[in-house]
């Protein structure tokens, strides 16, 4: 397998619900495209206090009920060399954008964009979080991370057409 030559991170507040979830979207997305093995995904959150706990149980029901297993993740708070080692760094909400903006070095904060907008599906589009809601909210959730995993698969395989991702 070739090394990554794309690093994607996925932010929300906790890194239990939301980015989880859209990094089991993206990552099982990626493999069952051309560019499985060229483009690397995780997850944080900007804050802290869910730090090594799996995602929240309705979470991995969710993407479990769409053949996703995101049960062996673990949540992690985004840091500051998180702007060197990733490429883009996919926010859930502008509130998530703007935490993650003043953590970046000088330089590095454009890095940090919205994850619908960047994707290309709702442009400004904020994934909300499901934390208080119920099965529904997850689904909701769902649908909004799986249908950018799609378009930013699309994105990236233009992207390795053009010599951008690599060889």
Request: aromatic share 6%.
């Amino acid at each position: 397998m070739m090394a990554a030559s794309t690093r994607l991170l996925v932010v929300c507040l906790g890194n239990i619900c939301r980015s989880p979830m859209a990094e089991g979207a993206l990552r099982a997305r990626i493999e069952a495209s051309p560019l499985a093995g060229r483009i690397e995904v995780d997850s944080a959150g900007t804050g802290g206090w869910h730090a090594g706990e799996p995602p929240d149980r309705r979470a991995i029901a969710c993407a479990r009920g769409h053949g996703v297993d995101i049960g062996g993740l673990r949540a992690r708070q985004l840091r500051v060399d998180d702007f060197q080692a990733f490429d883009w760094l996919l926010c859930a909400d502008a509130d998530n954008l703007h935490d993650a903006r003043r953590l970046a070095p000088p330089g590095l904060a454009a890095r940090a964009v919205l994850l619908l907008d960047w994707a290309g599906t709702v442009a400004g589009g904020e994934v909300p979080d499901p934390y208080y809601g119920g099965r529904d909210h997850f689904e909701d959730v769902w649908r909004l991370v799986d249908t950018a995993a799609q378009a930013v698969v699309a994105r990236l395989s233009i992207g390795a057409g053009s010599g951008i991702i690599g060889p």
